[in-house]
C-alpha cells in the first residue's frame, strides 16, 4: 500500500505561490503573522501537560554546571563542575545554548518567573564570559579561542563531525547563537542582542580573512544552522554585511543540487542538512533571493514525500537511507532522530508563512502530534532520542543529571513553544490552525479567542468570542485535509459549509462578545505505507498515528545512561521478525476491521486482521501515549492465498 493518503497529496500544493521580496528586510504585509508565544497560552490538555512536565525538568538543571564550560573557556572560575556525558566530552556547552532558547520559549508560553530569572541569571554570566575574552569570542568548547586563531591564519581540517580537531566546534557554537537569539527575538532581552551581534561580528571579521573555498571548506564540518542565525542578525540590524555572511556560510555541496531539484542526499547525515534549508528559507526571506527560497521548498518536498514516515519524521541512525529502500528503517533499532523533526518543523513554519500553502500545516500537526509530543516522557520528563520504527522495539529516555544528547537540548526547547501556530494572522484576520486548547489575546486589535476542545478525544472543537474590537473581521477556520465534511454552528446556527480540504473557511462579521463557533472535524481510520512501497502499513486516526503495546519484556537501558554514544540507543534484545504481529487478509481495505473499544477513548481493535492469534486483541492507542513498552507501528502485510 503507496503512500498517498497524506504526503502525496501534501505536496501538490507545496510549490504553489512562491513569495518574492524586493528588497532588503523587507516582510510583505500581506503574509501570514504569527504571533509571540505570550500571546497565547495553553489550556489543559496533554500539551498542556507536556509544557508542565519540560517546565519541571529544566529546573532540576543546574545553571551554574551548564555555565561552567563557558566560564572556563574566558578564564574566569566556575562555581560547579560541568555536567557529563556531552557536556564533559568535547560539546561542553551545547546544553547551555539550548537551554537559553528553552528558557526564552518557556517564560514566553507560562510567564513563569523562576524561567526569567534563570534567563538573567545566564545571560549575565554569559556577558562576564564575553567581557573577559575581549574579542567578541563567546563559547564553551575547550580550546576555541585557539581553534579561531588557527581558523584565521587559514588552518582549517574537517569532515562530518570534526573542524581542527574538535568535535562539531561550528554546531556548538551555533546552539549558543540561536540561544541568544532566541533570548532577544523571544525574551526581549537586550543583552542577549549586544552579545550576538558582538560574536556575529567576531565571526564576520574572520571570515573577511578567508576565502570562500576555505568557508566552505570548514562547512563540511556539521554547523547547524550558522547561515540562518546571520540572516537573523542582518534582519535585526539592518545591516547587509550579515547577509552577505549568511550566504557565504551557506553550503554550496547542497544548495546547488537542490536548485537543480535533485534529491543528492542519500548517505548524509540528516540534522547536518536540514538545519542548512532552514537558513536557505531564512535568507531567502530577508533578502529577497528566490534561489534560496527555490532550494529550500525542494528540500522541504523531497524529505517529506520521499523520506519521511507516518509519525514525521525521518532518518536511520542518523542518516538518509535510500528513498527506495525503506528496509534500514524496518531493520534497525535507531529510528528518526527527535532533532530532525525539531528542525523539520522549523522549517515548514517558515515555508508555511510565505507561501500560505495549508499542506505544510497538515505536515506540522502530523509530526507535532506523532513524534514531538511522544518523544518526552509523561511523568519524569525524559527525552527520547530515536524512535524506533522497528516492529516490537522501544525507546529510551534521558535522565536530567546524566544524559546531555542534542535531542535533549532541543527536547527542552520543542516542549515549551507548542503555542507558535496554534493561530496566526492577516490584516486583521485570525486563522485557526491548529486544535489545541488555548486561549489567544490580541490586544493590537482588543480581541481575545479561546478554544476548548478534547481533540482528538473528540472531533469537536469550539471558539469564543471572549473580548472583540467592535470591528469586521474573519475568523479564519482550517478545514484539514485528514477530515470529513466539516460542520459549523455560530450561536447555535448551522453555518452552509462550501469548501473542500486544505483550505480556510472565513467567518466574516462584526463579532460580539460570547460569540460561540462550533466546529465539527470527522475523523476517520486510514493506513499509510512507507513511501517505497513496501510490504508494511500504519494505522491512523485522522492525523493521530496509532500503535499497538506488545509487551514490557527486555527493557533494557528504558533510561539512558551517561554512555556517550551509547546511552540514547534502546540497546535490549531485538526480537526475530517471524515472532512479530502480522495483518493477515484478502481485504485490501484495511481500515475496516478496526473496531472502538466502548469506554475507552481513540482505542481499536482488530482481531480478524492481527495474526498469529495470541496477539489478535493487542489494542492500537495514539502513539504520543504509549510509553515504556514495545510497540507496534508498523506492520507487516501478509496476503491469504
Known amino acids: 500500500m503507496k503512500k498517498s493518503s497524506f504526503f502525496t497529496v ?115 554570566q554569559l556577558k562576564r564570559c564575553q567581557d573577559k575574552i575581549g574579542t567578541g569570542y563567546l563559547g564553551g568548547m575547550p580550546g576555541g579561542i585557539a581553534l579561531w586563531k588557527d581558523i584565521e591564519q587559514g588552518k582549517i581540517i574537517t569532515d562530518d563531525f570534526a573542524l581542527n580537531g574538535k568535535w562539531v566546534p561550528l554546531y556548538n557554537l551555533h546552539k549558543l547563537f540561536a540561544g541568544l537569539r532566541d533570548a532577544y ?5 537586550e543583552s542577549a542582542k549586544v552579545m550576538l551581534i558582538r560574536l556575529t561580528d567576531f565571526i564576520n571579521n574572520i571570515a573577511n580573512k578567508l576565502t570562500d573555498e576555505q568557508i566552505q571548506t570548514m562547512l563540511v564540518s556539521e554547523h547547524g544552522s550558522l547561515n540562518e542565525i546571520f540572516a537573523d542578525v542582518a534582519a535585526i540590524t539592518g545591516d547587509k554585511k550579515y547577509l552577505e555572511l549568511a550566504k557565504r556560510f551557506s553550503h554550496r555541496k547542497i544548495l546547488e543540487p537542490l536548485l537543480a531539484r535533485q534529491d543528492q542526499l542519500t548517505g548524509l547525515h540528516a540534522n547536518m542538512q536540514i538545519p ?39 532518518s536511520n541512525s542518523e542518516h538518509f537511507h535510500p528513498a527506495n529502500d525503506f528496509s534500514p528503517m524496518i531493520n534497525d533499532i535507531a529510528g528518526p532522530e527527535t532533532c530532525n523533526t525539531y528542525n523539520m518543523l522549523k522549517l515548514t513554519k517558515s515555508l508555511f508563512q510565505t507561501s500560505e500553502q495549508l499542506t505544510y500545516v497538515d505536515y506540522y500537526e502530523r509530526a507535532l502530534y506523532n513524534h514531538i509530543l ?14 524506533s520504527m522497528r516492529p516490537r522495539h522501544y525507546r529510551v529516555y534521558s535522565q536530567a543529571q546524566q544524559c546531555m544528547w542534542c535531542c535533549v537540548g532541543s527536547g527542552m526547547e520543542n516542549h515549551g513553544k507548542y503555542g507558535e501556530l496554534i493561530y496566526s494572522h492577516k490584516g486583521n484576520d485570525i486563522f485557526v490552525n491548529l486544535f489545541i486548547p488555548s486561549r489567544l489575546v490580541w490586544k493590537a486589535e482588543s480581541v481575545t479567542l479561546v478554544q476548548q476542545t478534547r481533540f482528538p478525544d473528540s472531533e469537536t472543537t469550539e471558539l469564543t468570542v471572549e473580548n472583540t474590537s467592535g470591528k469586521t473581521y474573519g475568523i479564519m477556520i482550517r478545514y484539514p485535509q485528514w477530515a470529513g465534511k466539516i460542520q459549523i454552528e455560530i450561536n447555535g446556527k448551522k453555518e452552509a459549509i462550501d469548501a473542500k480540504p486544505d483550505t480556510y473557511i472565513r467567518l466574516e462579521r462584526v463579532w460580539k462578545k460570547g460569540d460561540k463557533i462550533s466546529i465539527r472535524l470527522p475523523m476517520s481510520i ?33 533510561i539512558g545512561d551517561a554512555n556517550q554514544f551509547g546511552g540514547y540507543r534502546a540497546r535490549g534484545k531485538t526480537y526475530p521478525f517471524e515472532t512479530m504481529p502480522v495483518l493477515q487478509t484478502e481485504n485490501a481495505n484495511l481500515a475496516t476491521y478496526l473496531k472502538p473499544v466502548a469506554g475507552k477513548s481513540q482505542t481499536f481493535v482488530a482481531p480478524e486482521l492481527i495474526s498469529p492469534a495470541k496477539y489478535k486483541n493487542l489494542e492500537l492507542i495514539p502513539f504520543y501515549r504509549l510509553h515504556d513498552a514495545r510497540y507496534m507501528i508498523y506492520w507487516q502485510l501478509k496476503r491469504n492465498k
Open 526 to 558: 486510514t493506513t499509510e505505507g512507507l513511501p517505497d512501497g513496501s510490504n508494511y502499513v500504519a494505522f491512523l486516526h485522522g492525523p493521530i498515528v496509532l500503535a499497538a503495546k506488545t509487551d514490557t519484556t527486555d527493557l533494557d537501558n528504558l
Open 10 to 124: 501534501l505536496l501538490t500544493l507545496a510549490t504553489v505561490g512562491l513569495m518574492s521580496f524586493t528588497c532588503f528586510q523587507t516582510k510583505a504585509q500581506n503574509s501570514i503573522q504569527y504571533f509571540k508565544l505570550q500571546q497565547v497560552k495553553l489550556l489543559p490538555s496533554d500539551f498542556k501537560s507536556a509544557q508542565q512536565t519540560d517546565l519541571n525538568y529544566m529546573l532540576s538543571l543546574d545553571t551554574d554546571r551548564l555555565l561552567a564550560p563557558y566560564l572556563k573557556a574566558a578564564g574566569l572560575d566556575t562555581l560547579k563542575a560541568n555536567y557529563g556525558n556531552w557536556e564533559n566530552t568535547g560539546l561542553d556547552g551545547h546544553i547551555g545554548g539550548h537551554y537559553l532558547s528553552a528558557l526564552s520559549n518557556m517564560y514566553a508560553s507560562t510567564g513563569d518567573a523562576r524561567m526569567n530569572q534563570r534567563l538573567e541569571y545566564m545571560l549575565a
Open 276 to 314: 542548512k534549508a532552514v537558513g536557505f528559507k531564512r535568507i531567502a526571506e530577508v533578502g529577497g533571493d528566490e534561489d534560496y527560497l527555490k532550494a529550500a521548498q525542494f528540500f522541504w518536498e523531497t524529505v517529506v514525500k520521499n523520506r519521511t514516515v507516518v509519525i514525521g519524521g525521518n
Open 185 to 189: 527575538v523571544i525574551a526581549g532581552k
Open 374 to 387: 511522544s518523544s518526552q516522557h509523561p511523568t519524569h520528563g525524559g527525552f527520547v532520542y530515536y524512535t
